[in-house]
């Protein structure tokens, strides 16, 4: 006669189930729940060129980043995520400027094919202002 309970070999399926569903429970599993949310901005830090892959963004009327490296002739795109209009406009011999972008929209520009630092600026809000590293 055995001394085991029927419900023996059960209590520990559902365990291992309750186990189960509790790890998945802590994985996101690629839906957002259960984590943190993402930052949306980063601080402005240099950025290596990528050729084809070079870009800066308005938003909030700040450059990010600010202080960006590129390589010669690099194609940077700049993306204004402002309802206002800006620019990106080289100080001093002007190498490069994208005119002026209107609220939403997208410019591209040449980086300088001479190695330095550009300093540039936003024209009609000379607050904003970055540097140019062509590396």
């Known amino acids: 006669m055995s001394l085991t309970s029927p419900w023996q070999g059960r209590s520990a399926l559902v365990g291992a189930a309750c186990l189960l569903l509790s790890l998945t429970g802590c994985s996101n599993g690629g839906n957002g ?5 993402a930052s949306t901005s980063a601080a402005p830090t240099p950025s290596s060129a ?6 800066l ?3 909030n009327f700040t450059f990010s980043p600010a202080d960006l490296q590129v390589r010669p002739g690099a194609k940077v795109t ?3 995520r ?5 620019t990106v406009t080289a100080t001093g011999d002007k190498a490069f400027d994208t005119g002026t972008i209107k609220g939403g929209a997208t410019a591209t520009f040449t980086a300088p094919s001479t190695p330095g630092s550009y300093s540039y600026l936003c024209t009609i809000h000379p607050t904003m202002k970055g540097t140019l590293t062509v590396t």
């Open 78 to 80: 700049v993306v204004n």
């Open 33 to 37: 729940y259960g984590t943190a949310p």
């Open 50 to 55: 990528i050729p084809g892959a070079v870009r």
């Open 57 to 59: 963004v308005i938003e």
């Open 82 to 86: 402002d309802s206002a209009s800006h």
